[in-house]
Structure formats: C-alpha cells, structure tokens
T-cell receptor, first 114, second 111 residues
Framework: AQSVTQPDIHITVSEGASLELRCNYS??????LFWYVQSPGQGLQLLLK????DTLVQGIKGFEAEFKRSQSSFNLRKPSVHWSDAAEYFC????????????WGAGTKLIIKP | NAGVTQTPKFQVLKTGQSMTLQCAQD?????MYWYRQDPGMGLRLIYY???????DKGEVPNGYNVSRLNKREFSLRLESAAPSQTSVYFC??????????FGPGTRLLVL
C-alpha cells in the first residue's frame, strides 16, 4: 500500500542554521511528490513539487528538495532558516492511477530557536 | 482572484445536528477535494470530485455526503454530527489532479 513517512514529529533549529526535513514514501510507480507548509491556523501552501526531470527542485521561500529514487526519499532543505519558517511541513505523494489522490505524511513541526 | 474559499470558518454543533460546509473556487479547476485534519494524522481524504457531476469516496467517507453543485462549488454535509467529527476541514482544488490548492479551513467542534 502507498504511504508517506515523516519520521520527525518535531524539529528544533536555531535561527540561521540549516534545515533538513525527512520524507520517505512507498509507491510502486514513478511518484509525483510534494511539500506543503502550514502556518498556525492557516491553510496549506505548496512549497515545491517533483514530477520528473532534475531530481533537485527549487521552491518558494528558499526551500529545495531532492528526489532520491534509490532511497525512496524526498527530503526538504533550507540553508538558513528564519523565524518566519516556524510552521508545520507536510510531504505528500500523488497516486497517478487514482485521479492523483494525495497520500500525506503526518507532518513535521518546525520550531525555531532565537 | 480569491482562490479557494470556505464557509464557515468556525462552527460548534451539538451531537446529532446537521450542517453543510461550503467550498468554492474561482480558478476554473476541474477537480475538488474535501479533507479532514486531525493532530498527528496529517490530512485524510473524505471525498473528491474529479470533474463536475462526479464524486468518489476517499479514505474516510463514513458520516459525510458531498455535492458537486457546479464546477465552482463542492459542499460537504454532516447529516448527524458526532464528536468524532470534531476536526479541521479543508477543501482543495486542482486543474487535473496534480497540484492541489487549499482553502483556509473550517474548524468544527461537535459537543
């Protein structure tokens, strides 16, 4: 069965430090992969997506993610976090043979230390 | 261009009451979705509509019904609310399914 795992429920990072959020998926076909961000009390905003091509994708707000097929991973990175990056981050995979339904990870809450 | 809008923003219901959550999009998208979000569980798909006139069950459809009123609007109905339906409900839309755009959510408390 398809699934998405975000192993870290919470991550705490100092402002200015680098960030990596982990995402592993289980899906038999070529995945369509997404990262969304949710600020407190808000809806979800698309950060970036991978459909095909270059395995390193750039997104908004200085985020990037790398697709590694051999590791079934799509980790999100940022070189230097800002206090405004404090939010919850969700990884998702689209089931392309089922109207692109999204399977979601449980989310990682990012806490920024001043 | 408002994107995806949802009403109401907040609602408190008593067990057994009914209500309809409204969703509308102005992006001319074909597909629309209803999710619920519960702490530690990510988002779970309740129902979706791949195109006007069609609806399909998602992962957690029990206790809910939907109507795709037209291309713009997709409503979610709780016929007899239960405390287990306390959640945050999100509507989303997409052109053909790949990239989904979300509304701000409806926070529902069932007492």
């Amino acid at each position: 069965a398809q699934s998405v795992t975000q192993p870290d429920i919470h991550i705490t990072v100092s402002e200015g430090a680098s960030l990596e959020l982990r995402c592993n998926y289980s899906y038999g076909a070529t995945p369509y992969l997404f990262w969304y961000v949710q600020s407190p009390g808000q809806g979800l905003q698309l950060l970036l997506k991978y459909f095909s091509g270059d395995t390193l994708v750039q997104g908004i707000k200085g985020f990037e993610a790398e697709f590694k097929r051999s590791q079934s991973s799509f980790n999100l990175r940022k070189p230097s976090v800002h206090w405004s990056d404090a939010a919850e981050y969700f990884c998702a995979v689209a089931i392309t043979d089922s109207n692109y339904q999204l399977i979601w990870g449980a989310g990682t809450k990012l806490i920024i230390k001043p | 261009n408002a994107g995806v809008t949802q009403t109401p923003k907040f609602q408190v219901l008593k067990t057994g009451q009914s209500m309809t959550l409204q969703c509308a999009q102005d992006m001319n998208h074909n597909s629309m979705y209803w999710y619920r979000q519960d702490p530690g569980m990510g988002l779970r798909l309740i129902y979706y509509s791949a195109s006007e006139g069609t609806t399909d069950k998602g992962e957690v459809p029990n206790g809910y019904n939907v109507s795709r009123l037209n291309k713009r609007e997709f409503s979610l109905r709780l016929e007899s609310a239960a405390p287990s339906q306390t959640s945050v409900y999100f509507c989303a839309s997409s052109v053909g399914g790949e990239t989904q755009y979300f509304g701000p959510g409806t926070r529902l408390l069932v007492l």
